[in-house]
Nanobody, 124 residues
Framework: VQLQASGGGLVQAGESLRLSCAAS????????MGWFRQAPGKEREFVAG???????VFADSVKGRFTISRNTAKTTVYLQMNDLKPEDTAVYYC???????????????????WGQGTLVTVSS
């Protein structure tokens, strides 16, 4: 599956952004979706995951601020980011796989399909 991430931009601390991850002409209904991010000079880390059944998992650093959802056509997964902080500045990537079990949803190597990344910059 080909993934297209979009929605990044420059915002001030406290503001919101919504990232989108769209699959090219395919339903994501049978896929587990993950959002990861890589800040400058740091390793890529897990941010949030969306299970096949519609459940969600979040990294501790974004709990209570980020939510994840899917459109009714099940072709796009969204990452709603509220109360953004400068430390949220990173390139955000979406990823997908059909085989991942929930306990591995935060494991990068479990995802074979990746979007190209979208840059989020949060100024203080």
């Amino acid at each position: 599956v080909q993934l297209q991430a979009s929605g990044g931009g420059l915002v001030q601390a406290g503001e919101s952004l919504r990232l989108s991850c769209a699959a090219s002409g395919r339903s994501l209904n049978t896929y587990v979706m993950g959002w990861f991010r890589q800040a400058p000079g740091k390793e890529r880390e897990f941010v949030a995951g969306f299970t096949r059944s519609g459940g969600s998992v979040f990294a501790d650093s974004v709990k209570g601020r980020f939510t994840i959802s899917r459109n009714t056509a099940k072709t796009t997964v969204y990452l709603q980011m509220n109360d953004l902080k400068p430390e949220d500045t990173a390139v955000y990537y979406c990823a997908a796989d059909r085989q991942i079990i929930t306990s591995s949803i935060g494991t990068q190597s479990a995802y074979p399909y990746w979007g190209q990344g979208t840059l989020v910059t949060v100024s203080s």
